[in-house]
């Protein structure tokens, strides 16, 4: 695992060497929640609205902030905007502020906004769900990557990363075995080995929901065990109620990067509701980090500020839940912290 | 760690290692949304509701179910009709129907139902929460403590468990050092020795919502090297939404016991609601555990059928996901399973 750190303090009680021994000392979080909410909402959420969202964000100490998708207006209302969005966006110093794109003129659109805009490379461990979900088996995602690389490489653009979808399981396959992971990887990797290129960092997507601690403890094993100096993160969504659960697994096993959604954005904790499948919650995955010792250089009463934002803008309750437990700082500052 | 076994499969992939190698084969889960979730709604709930949701309950497999507490009606307007709900059970075989009391009245009262009733012991770990919530010092807590014992031993009703609140932290006192766990438990221990009486069981109760992995580690750790051979359960809140992590820390170090609520009843998704900080969710906690292959005895589908009536009992929206998310059943029963 590439920057792990084995912290004194964890080293001198045994207690803490089996939870504690592989955790980072700090994490990055990837905030989807402008995105994945909004894209999901049946709206229309206003435009200034998103705005003032994502620029609350990034005074909270996120460095990282997607902001929108840049896909088929027709098939997603929600995202019609995106370019207005991007372009009204005051930036803030040292944020990053990424959007999502499907295919290569989603990110030509993406190319001409002030975002910030990476390559990136994607593939599903279960070839019936990339069927299923973008019409391509493996072979012609794979032809899709060449064609995301060579681009890339016309437009002096970096790779920044490639994303395994459905890496711990899918509805049509069931569950999926590492093994398949882990060549689903390979075919990537061996394909930016063609162009000179190496992977800096891989995302591991629990997309459906499937993923527990002990499929997730077995895929990054694997994954850890055949590619020791290469940069994991979880994406991960609370489908199941598993997603923090999930995310400590992940910790322990020395993981640094996370995507998440502020107030779980992009779920709703009412019946019926198709958004009930959201990301993990941003305010929550800090909250247990902070409370673990592990630094996510964020202020969590500002982040659910945004949180009660969020429910504000999109005009109904949102699953997550340190926004209405409430943090632990109003009861630490006078007393003795951990 | 008593009854704790080291499953063959575990052994055969150093992976599952870290995660499963202490993970119980089986958990046992007091069920306590009927007592948790219709004690804190505004009602009123008719009592024919809570008979029939309480029945539904113990036909999905689940063998310990709190049905009422015994207190103070006018405090606790929705528990007026506990003997009448107690009376009205058509009781399972082989379920055990429990109840809440909090002191020799309610007990009294709990003895003269056809509930399942048996001596519990409590104290808290931190002093000041005791205070606050029960008017009572450590000192007084154990002379309390001692009627009980007494009370039990005259009654021939055997003390069955122990419970110790707040053993995480407390809005008052902060975190809780392990050590305060250990000396309070202890005093419980030297108090039944005095009665030549063991206590055969221990609930560690994160009763504000305070635990994360690191201290649960730390406490469960701490509880289990000074007393090996006793049988330890959590009672956890998702006041933050750490509960089904910690669940697993847990289940990790051995823990066999668990309480939970249907659907998550006792808390709300709502803001501003005081419910929000409810049990983990027992049907959550079920998907969690029999996805790492640790057996629970119950029949998922028919308990989130039980989170919808407890959805149109109490006319709002609960916090559980599982019951929105939908189990894996209907796309295992066609794939490889795990």
């Not at 032809?143 to 790779?159: D, G, T």
Request: with cysteine; net charge negative; aromatic share 6%.
């Amino acid at each position: 695992m590439a920057n792990t750190t084995l912290s004194l303090i964890f080293d001198t009680d045994s207690h803490f060497l089996q939870i504690m021994n592989h955790c980072p000392k700090a994490i990055h979080i990837h905030e989807e929640g402008p995105r994945e909410g909004f894209q999901i909402e049946p709206g229309p959420i206003a435009t200034a609205d998103k705005v003032k969202f994502i620029e609350a964000l990034a005074n909270t100490g996120l460095k990282e902030v997607q902001a929108v998708s840049f896909v088929n207006p027709k098939r997603v209302p929600g995202m019609a905007d995106a370019e207005e969005v991007a372009r009204l966006i005051r930036r803030k110093e040292g944020v990053r502020y990424t959007s999502v794109w499907l295919n290569l003129k989603g990110l030509e659109r993406a190319m001409q906004t002030p975002l910030d805009v990476y390559g990136r490379l994607q593939i599903s461990a279960s070839e019936s769900f990339s069927i299923k979900n973008t019409g391509k088996n493996t072979q012609d995602t794979l032809i899709e990557q060449r064609q995301i690389i060579e681009f890339c490489m016309e437009k002096n653009l970096s790779i920044d990363s490639a994303i395994v979808m459905t890496a711990f399981g899918c509805n049509i396959e069931g569950e999926i075995k590492e093994e398949k992971v882990t060549q689903q990887i390979n075919l990537l990797m061996n394909l930016l080995k063609e162009y000179d290129m190496r992977l800096p960092y891989l995302r591991l997507a629990d997309t459906v929901g499937w993923a527990n601690p002990r499929s997730m403890d077995r895929v990054i094993s694997s994954v850890q065990d055949k590619w020791p100096e290469l940069s994991l993160g979880l994406h991960l969504h609370d489908t199941r109620g598993t997603g923090l659960a999930n995310a400590v697994v992940g910790l322990s096993k020395g993981i640094e990067h996370f995507d998440s959604s502020c107030a779980g954005l992009g779920g709703c904790p009412f019946a019926g509701h198709k958004g009930a499948a959201g990301n993990i919650c941003t305010e929550d995955l800090v909250f247990l980090c902070e409370e673990m010792g592990i630094s996510t250089g964020v202020d969590l009463d500002a982040l659910i500020e945004c949180a009660h934002m969020a429910e504000g803008i999109v005009g109904h309750a949102l699953p997550g839940k340190v926004m209405r437990g409430g943090s632990l700082s109003k009861y630490k500052n006078h007393t003795q912290g951990f």
